[in-house]
């Protein structure tokens, strides 16, 4: 009697857009900015453990992210700001895991994580790798945002967030204030849609 074959395993995800990604080969041709913010919007910080009525999305966290980098680079090109934005966008799809399990993950994780980034990228224009430079410049904005994430609604004293990120110049204030979903997926939106007007046309 002949083996039936055992159908493969499924390894792309239905989008609201009805796109389909393949999570192993993500093509920019499956990628939409509304898949995006409706996904990170729906991503909690912190795993959830967060003060207020709602969570703190990751959606809500690029938006501060990307603030801050304007307000520390005025020069920086639109093209600059929409990385910034996107820094973490993959996350529509893989979730925002705390940084001690994406390193007990490993590298099969920062691959998989770098493939859908430049996906992203290509998808909007942008260099399929961030510049190092840039780079940086961001993360240090995320790390300030996550100091004020931390202290204002993560339960963390000043002390506490001293130890595990950067303390944010004094010159940066920012209100870490948690909107509901469908507020913080508008945002983002807004956003994007603001730094992409003067870029040509995806």
């Given at each position: 009697m002949p083996r039936t074959k055992t159908p493969p395993k499924r390894a792309w995800q239905r989008m609201l857009s009805g796109r389909r990604l393949d999570l192993l080969d993500?093509?920019?041709?499956?990628?939409?900015i509304e898949d995006i913010a409706r996904g990170l919007a729906r991503v909690a910080r912190w795993n959830g453990q967060t003060r207020g009525d709602h969570a703190?999305?990751?959606a809500e966290h690029s938006v501060v992210v990307h603030d801050l980098?304007?307000?520390?680079?005025?020069e920086a090109s639109q093209?600059?700001?929409?990385?910034?934005?996107?820094h973490d966008a993959a996350e529509y799809v893989i979730g925002d895991m705390i940084s001690p399990f994406k390193h007990a993950?490993?590298?099969?994780?920062?691959s998989f994580e770098?493939?859908?980034?430049?996906?992203?990228?290509?998808?909007?224009g942008l260099p399929p790798k961030m510049p190092a430079a840039l780079k940086k410049q961001i993360k240090k904005c995320d790390i300030y945002c996550a100091w004020f994430e931390a202290t204002q609604i993560a339960g963390f004293t000043e002390e506490e967030a001293d130890q595990f990120f950067i303390h944010p110049p004094k010159k940066l204030a920012m209100t870490i204030d948690p909107l509901p979903v469908v507020k913080a997926e508008a945002v983002f939106l807004n956003c994007f849609e603001a730094l992409v007007s003067d870029l040509p046309k995806l």
């Open positions: 993500p093509s920019p041709f499956d990628i939409e703190f999305s990751v980098f304007a307000t520390l680079h005025p093209q600059d700001r929409l990385m910034a934005l996107l993950l490993g590298l099969d994780y920062k770098a493939r859908l980034e430049q996906a992203i990228h290509l998808r909007y």
